[in-house]
């Protein structure tokens, strides 16, 4: 099992930038998916089923992104410091939610499940929330 711990969340004005990180333990060869998702404010009842993918790492080592996100949000990993990162800009009022860091060791679930899909990733941060006001 894999412990992954966030932070980087905070509150921001609209058009502002934060840097999530999220810091895993447990695998050190590098064999891991990962990506962010969030979820956002009051859906909880949910449970996981709200969970939006926002940048996720293919286990080729190619990225994917939610729509609404391209082009302001960028996904990157450092191996070495077992980290991964989400670089957030020109953020937005609707991008305000609890992110969360998942992870897939050995990338066994992408082998069959879309890596945007909560269902692909067996192990998740407790969530760092982002408040972005206009």
């Known amino acids: 099992q894999v412990q992954l711990v966030e932070s980087g969340g905070g509150s921001v004005q609209a058009g502002g930038s934060l840097r999530l990180s999220c810091v895993w333990s447990?695998?050190?060869?590098?064999?891991?998916?990962m990506g962010w998702f969030r979820q956002a404010p009051g859906t909880e009842r949910e449970g996981m089923t709200e969970r939006e993918g926002v940048a996720v790492f293919n286990s080729d080592g190619s990225t994917n992104y939610a729509e609404s996100v391209k082009g302001r949000f960028t996904i990157s990993k450092d191996n070495a410091k077992t980290t991964l990162y989400l670089q957030m800009s020109s953020l937005k009022p609707e991008d305000s939610a609890m992110y969360y860091c998942a992870a897939d060791p050995g990338c066994v679930l992408a082998k069959v499940v879309d890596r945007m899909h909560f269902m692909g990733y067996s192990d998740w941060g407790q969530g760092t929330q982002v408040t972005v006001s206009s």
């Open positions: 447990g695998v050190t060869d590098g064999n891991i998916c």
